[in-house]
């Protein structure tokens, strides 16, 4: 009789959900078989349905291949919302029908995973390009053409130029086709590869800001206003990565003036 070690090991190999080799233990008396086999069967699933989302978010990516687009550039941001920091744009070229899995929205995807989803990123990807830009620009020309800039600087920091932009939700002023997607970040695997790399890539950055300015709490809440941080601004002031025209640091620098 085969014994569950060489169960298990057959079906390992099985990548068909209905494949016949189920069926030889169907009849099988032990429930550690059956335990095997269902346990295999939702594994299969999920590997399944996880390649049916990827194939979804390559929608507008296949629609780009069928015309003759080779290198399509998806394109994001992270960081418009902190109190402090720069904004981080990022654009990303994939190999045409990449499937990364658990590539998503980096919103959705678990913090503990972040960094190893990102490093499959740039192992695959074409071409990657950064744009920064930092709190002083954010300050000078707002943070919606700030975040402009930073996009266009990662499409300009490309080594390959992309014959089309997917960006999330912005226009930008160039030449290249473009096409701007409402939660694109989620809805197309280009952009979703921008969205993780532009997170990463701040992360890191607030982190290291968290060594040149300690009592801020930024290297968790990266710049976000969160109890830490507020507090930290109270005891400590404002630090030079901090936007002035930004709540409450705006108050706090008009009543010290006043």
Known sequence: ??????????????????SPVFEQFRDDSRAG??????????QIQAELDEDHRLEQMLRYEKELYATGCQYIAGIDEVGRGPLAGP?????????????IKGLNDSKKIPKKKHEEIYQEVLKQAVAVGIGVKDNQVIDKV???EATK???????????ISPQ?????????????????IIKGDANSLSIAAASIVAKVTRDRMMTDYELTYPGYDFAHNVGYGTQHHLEGLKKKGITPIHR??????????EKTES
Request: include cysteine.
């Open 164 to 180: 089309h932009l997917l960006i999330d939700a912005m226009q930008l002023d160039v030449s290249i086709p473009q096409l701007s």
């Open 142 to 144: 707002n943070i919606y």
């Open 33 to 42: 078989v059956h335990k095997i086999i269902m346990k295999r069967k939702k």
């Open 244 to 253: 002035k025209t930004f709540e409450p640091i705006k108050s706090m620098i």
């Open 149 to 159: 800039l930073a996009m266009l600087e990662a499409v300009g920091n490309l080594e």
């Open 1 to 18: 009789m085969t014994t569950i070690k060489e169960v298990q090991k057959l079906l390992s190999e099985i990548t068909d959900i209905d």
């Open 87 to 99: 904004v981080v744009a990022a654009a990303v070229i994939l190999p045409q029908n990449c499937k």
